[in-house]
């Protein structure tokens, strides 16, 4: 079973920056797939931005050019550094792990983090 455990969220300025951090633990196989996904008010969850275990990332074109992810395979780490917020960034922000579950690394499992609240505001 993977836990994770998220940081960085908080309350910042239009156009300021904050990071956002993931601490996966418990994986035996290792991890595929990392990303963060944020879900307003009302409105479904959404993926933000995601990153392979080599390294390629993609992300949602609301965020391209402002928000960067990372992560780091020795410590299981995902981070999310963003910046140029907006108010429209507000939401919780989730982390999302695809795990291996096999030695084979035939077969994954999908865990998610508990969420941090991000808002955005003058």
């Known amino acids: 079973q993977v836990q994770l455990v998220e940081s960085g969220g908080g309350l910042v300025q239009p156009g300021g920056s904050l990071r956002l951090s993931c601490a996966a633990s418990?994986?035996?196989?290792?991890?595929?797939?990392m990303a963060w996904y944020r879900q307003a008010p009302g409105k479904q969850r959404e993926l933000v931005a995601r990153i392979t275990n080599v390294g390629i990332s993609n992300y949602a074109d609301s965020v391209k050019g402002r928000f960067t992810i990372s992560r780091e395979n020795a410590k299981n780490t995902v981070n999310l550094q963003m910046n140029s917020l907006k108010p429209e960034d507000t939401a919780v922000y989730y982390c999302?792990?695809?795990?291996?579950?096999?030695?084979?690394?035939?077969?994954?499992?999908?865990?998610w983090g508990q969420g941090t609240q991000v808002t955005v505001s003058s």
């Open positions: 999302n792990v695809e795990d291996y579950s096999d030695y084979r690394r035939r077969v994954t499992s999908t865990y």
């Open positions: 418990g994986s035996r196989f290792g991890i595929n797939r």
